[in-house]
């Protein structure tokens, strides 16, 4: 099941905002929070004193038997303390599905093919399902994101802190948007379209052969380019 919490958030017009949270979202059986996320409307409240859209980062779990995912997402803020978090997904894992789960579990479920990673923010975990329902692979799909930053050192002075992929379109190309390092990290409306052939030919290659070409890319459950050197400092929003 998913678990909700109500919170209250503070606008800067001064007014008190109702929100309602997930805490654990199912996925499976309840897709409209799934839809929420890809739409990027998820935990996106909009203040009824002056218009304004608020912006809520909880800790999240995100679980879709289905499609055999298995994501825990931690908040922009809490990136310092990735090795601690890495372990609690590990642990929650291993607990619901893993060496500690009842025997039956393995029977009823593949667990062999789950995904299981740690994000943060929801932009990451966004871009997982989507990478995810299109069988792109995420070791891949990062090593091509740090291929395409290394041949664009400007995007560093503006800015620029990592890709987005935010689509695929008919013909295969991946839509990848720009991410600014603001504080919160926003997704800017500019982008570029690569060719899936590029992502194709690096899932070929064999996961160890991709970190040793970029060490430090991926860590136990977290993958990410965001890894290999710090963000540029924060922009104003």
């Known amino acids: 099941m998913s678990v909700t919490e109500t919170f209250l958030i503070d606008c800067d017009c001064g007014a008190r905002v109702e929100a309602l949270c ?9 897709p409209h929070l799934r839809e929420a996320l890809l739409d990027r409307t998820l935990h996106q409240f909009q ?8 912006s809520v980062e909880k800790k999240l779990a995100y679980i879709d038997l289905a499609r055999r995912q298995f994501y825990s997402t931690a908040p922009e803020r809490e990136r310092a303390a990735e090795r601690a978090l890495a372990e609690d997904v590990i ?8 060496t500690q789960a009842p025997v039956s579990v393995g029977a009823l479920f593949d667990t062999e093919k789950f995904q299981v990673r740690l994000c943060f ?39 620029i802190r990592t ?28 982008g570029l ?11 070929e290659r064999p996961w160890r052969e991709l970190v040793d070409g970029f060490p430090g890319i991926a860590s136990g459950p977290y993958v990410s380019v965001l890894r290999l050197a710090p963000p540029p400092p924060p922009l104003p929003t």
């Open 22 to 30: 997930c805490l654990t979202i199912n996925a499976d059986r309840h």
């Open 47 to 54: 203040c009824g004193a002056c218009g304004k859209t608020l």
């Open 193 to 203: 379209l690569v060719e899936r052939a590029r992502h194709d030919r690096l899932a």
């Open 121 to 159: 923010g929801l932009e990451e975990l966004r871009e997982k399902v989507v990478a995810q329902e299109a069988r792109l692979e995420d070791l891949a799909l990062e090593v091509l994101k740090a291929e395409l930053m290394g041949a664009h050192p400007d995007w560093g002075e503006r800015g």
């Open 91 to 98: 642990a929650a894992w291993n607990l619901a599905f893993g």
């Open 163 to 190: 890709l987005r992929l935010d689509h695929v379109e008919p013909d295969g190309r991946l839509a990848f948007l720009l991410e600014r390092a603001t504080e919160p990290p926003a997704v800017a409306d500019v």
